[in-house]
């Protein structure tokens, strides 16, 4: 627990200044611009062979950090790239000049790891259709249908057709809207073919999103449902509308996205050859179809009589390495064998993609990230090079990580806590930085996990007062639940904090570059967070952790917040677990209601509401049928056995950092 008297209590009567406050509560400390320090100016001093680091202003050092990691040189940082793998060795050779030493039972400065890289069609698919007759439609890979890559492996023998309009369902009486295109038919088994988008896509009186479109124009949609209705492949066909007077391209194999959404094998067919499918069974055309559902919104879903088909597709998506980038500055004393975890994530999004997290849509521009984390990795960086430059070593061990794989779910800061290069257990707290870039003429800095240890509350608050900006703590988010690292961490039980700056219309857009960047505002923030690290490694007694019971009504901030649902469970998913055999939790938020009715971190998700369910996309698309306080009955894999649990739904509050 938190000394107070020898920790924070010191502090709350100083109000002259981050100076002052460091020399009263810490002993000399030496703020902003290194430069001006001298060296022999107390044992906080930089070191003879670390002065050279601080030969530049702060900011400097922080627009050099960011304009490298930021550049297009760097391909926008995705895992497998060149870009991500010079960003690393520069991220590993600052380490290094910093004093920093590679981590016991690390690979030099980096720990490794792998991940699913990008997909590629292993076989030549085939897709043969049979009719009436013995006739044969065969279908010409590239010609008359692609793969893609959001679907997955999969085969079917002579399996029966159904075109299923649109392949929606929707029910929203807020709306009027009441519309499914599986009512009446049986997918189970079968081949599905469905339109693109919607129905009425160019009427502003549609009931979907007038011309907007809906959710469930999507393709999670369409993959989701058909999965859920038992299809065993997935066939979708260009819309009239969509096309207007291009002619009918067929998607490339990651035109749609490059990550798997659903376990059904996915195809995208020409109209052509959709119409030749509806030909051979007797069927009208796909546009007299289209334009009769498009009329009065009825579906025209039905078997497509003496017609199968036969298919196969094979993606494989061979696994790619990347790793964590690791300095360790040792501490000295009786506290030397407690860890303190300060980070952030280098990984960005490459050049886009529908899955990739990107918001520009269609766009391939390189994602430079600079913000989002360029910015938290720098910062790191900058703190690093003023902790190691001490003269003194720390009184606790503090272990400086660049994490990868975070826009991919967390994967590098759930690797390093699956496999953690110094024991969790002596682990005494992690302060992540995510996105601390863009501080804006309010000076307001976010910090987030207060609730985390007794007294972090206090903490962040004293040291604000003097520090020239305003500290918010977001309701709700102090639980250390908030879709960046520091959530890996906490699910360990290690008190956490984490800082940034708020999101902007550049976030997740080949738009946020080094440009950008408020530097100064950065420099201020490193001067604040060097403060709260020395108290975090200085103070007699650890950081007791906490884990909070999360209100009812804000159960869900983190979760749902990027999805546009307006429910919770209250769950964190375990990204790195790619068995699809549903969607298995690393944890679940305590007090939220996952929690409430019993499920546990390790469990399985296999159904919500008597809907299977494969992937996280299948979760909050069902999820998104449902309305906070309705009860579900949600089905999960615990220890080899299907347990029923029913679960009243909790409303999803919008996270500040998704």
Known sequence: MMHRDGGLRRVTGVASGLATIAALTFGPAVVGSRAQAPVGAGSDAPTAAAASTFVAPAEARLKDDVSFLADDAQEGRAPGTKGIEASAEYIARQFKDAGLQPPAGGDGYFQKFTISGQPRLGETPDLIAKAAGDAVIRGVAKADFNALAIGSTGALDAAPIVFAGYGITADRPEKNLKYDDYAGVDAAGKAVLVIRREPQQNDEASPFDGKKTSDFATFRHKATNAFQHGAAMLLVVNDLAGLGSDRDVLLNLGSAGSESQTKLPVVHVTR????????????????????????????????????????????????????????????????????????????????????????????????????????????????????????????????????????????????????????????????NFDMVGRMDD??????????????????????????????????????????????????????????????????????????????????????????????????????????????????????????????????????ADESKAGMKLSNVR???????????????????????????????????????????????????QEVKIPVELGKANAAPRQ
């Open 590 to 640: 305590d007090g939220g209601p996952a929690a409430k009715a019993g499920i546990k971190g390790g469990d399985v998700i296999i159904a919500i509401g008597g809907k299977p369910i494969a992937t996280i996309y299948d979760y909050m698309e069902s999820l998104g049928r449902y309305k906070p306080g309705e009860v579900v009955d949600v089905l999960v894999k615990r220890d080899g």
């Open 442 to 575: 309010k000076k307001e800095l976010t910090m987030i996990g207060t609730g985390t240890s007794p007294g972090f509350t206090e903490l962040v608050d004293v040291l604000g007062k003097d520090s020239g900006m305003t500290i918010k703590k977001v309701a709700g988010m102090t639980d250390g639940f908030g879709g960046s690292d520091h959530q890996s961490f906490y699910a360990k039980d290690v008190p956490v904090l984490f800082a940034f700056t708020g999101i902007h219309p550049d976030y997740h857009r080949p738009s946020d570059d080094w440009q950008k960047i408020n530097y100064g505002g950065m420099a201020r923030i490193a001067d604040y967070v060097e403060l709260i690290l020395l108290d975090l490694v200085r103070r007699p007694e650890r950081p007791e952790f906490t884990r909070i019971s999360t209100p009812r009504h804000n159960a869900g901030a983190s979760q749902s917040a990027s999805t546009g649902m307006s429910v919770t469970l209250g769950v964190m998913p375990d990204y």
């Open 272 to 431: 052509d050859f959709a119409d030749k499918l509806l030909k051979a069974a007797g069927e009208p055309t796909l546009a007299e179809l289209e334009g009769r559902i498009d009329k009065d919104l009825k579906p025209l879903s039905r078997e497509l009589k003496g017609v199968t088909l036969t298919g196969r597709v094979t993606i494989d998506r061979p696994a790619v390495e990347t790793k964590n980038v690791v300095g360790v500055l040792e501490g000295a004393g009786p506290k030397s064998g407690e860890t303190i975890v300060v980070g952030g994530h280098y990984d960005h999004l490459g050049r886009g993609g529908l899955l990739s997290g990107s918001l520009a849509f269609l766009s391939t521009d390189v994602h430079n990230g600079a913000d989002d984390n360029a910015s938290g990795t720098s910062l790191t960086l900058e703190l690093a090079r003023r902790l190691g430059a001490r003269r003194d070593p720390p009184a606790r061990r503090i272990v400086f990580i660049g994490f990868s794989g975070e826009e991919r779910g967390l994967l590098g800061s759930q690797y390093y806590v699956d496999h953690p290069l110094y024991p969790l257990a002596s682990t005494v707290a992690m302060v």
